[in-house]
């Protein structure tokens, strides 16, 4: 099975400031991964898609980059309302087996 | 736009059968590629998916829970209903359904999830 590992756990970033969030897998996975956001009550979101992928509706603000096995979800100039969890997916191989990171909690001072 | 909202039991026994139903819109499983996926979360732990079914009743499970797990669809009431059979605490989970398309094979929309505890 393919361990998706993510870091840091928690992270605490001000208003306007950059977030970078890692994750890395356990093997290659070429650019089959996705992000997601969870806010408590709601339904989670799809921000990432294909490493790089916006989806769609998603502020510019969020990207994505890497390949293989080391993975970094950034978001430029943070709102209060980018308050989340974040988690990574990968979906590699035929049929994909679907596996998660644990998350990144994402806190705004 | 497209929706999907779970529902079902809050509370479940242990050993009892837990029966979850996904009703969607927005789009439908008659359509080529198109699936929908169940999710689960137990309360300050990961996201662990669980099963999934395609628009041609292609139907994949978890490895770990594959024993346990039946998934249906009724294209007629844009529905999907999974079951998780001899329940037990460490099923205590919100459980999300989400739309999952072939060749694209990451969930593009969700449902909010549905708490279910499983309790005596």
């Known amino acids: 099975e393919i361990v998706m590992t993510q870091s840091p756990a928690t992270l605490s970033v001000s208003p306007g400031e950059r977030a970078t969030l890692s994750c890395r897998a356990s093997q290659n996975i070429n650019n089959y991964l996705a992000w997601y956001q969870l806010k408590p009550g709601q339904a989670p979101r799809l921000l990432i898609y294909g490493a790089s992928t916006r989806a769609t509706d998603i502020p510019a603000r969020f990207s994505g980059s890497g390949s293989g096995t080391e993975f970094t979800l950034t978001i430029n100039s943070v709102q209060s309302e980018d308050l989340a969890v974040y988690y990574c997916q990968q979906y590699e191989g035929w049929p994909p087996t679907y596996t998660f990171g644990l998350g990144t909690k994402l806190e705004i001072k | 736009q497209i929706t999907l909202k779970e529902s079902g039991p809050t509370l479940v026994e242990p050993t009892q059968t837990l029966t979850l139903t996904c009703t969607f819109s927005?789009?439908?499983?008659?359509?080529?590629?198109?699936?929908v996926a169940w999710i689960r979360q137990p309360p300050g732990k990961a996201l662990e998916w669980l099963a999934l079914?395609?628009?041609?009743?292609?139907?994949r499970f978890s490895p770990s829970l594959k024993s346990r797990l039946t998934i249906t669809k009724d294209t007629s009431k844009n529905q999907v209903v999974l079951t998780m059979t001899d329940m037990d605490p460490v099923d205590t989970a919100t459980y999300f359904c989400?739309?999952?398309?072939?060749?694209?094979?990451?969930?593009?929309?969700w449902g909010q999830g549905t708490l279910v505890t499983i309790s005596p």
């Open positions: 989400a739309r999952i398309k072939m060749a694209a094979e990451y969930f593009h929309q």
């Open positions: 927005g789009f439908s499983l008659t359509h080529s590629g198109v699936g």
């Open positions: 079914i395609y628009w041609d009743d292609d139907r």
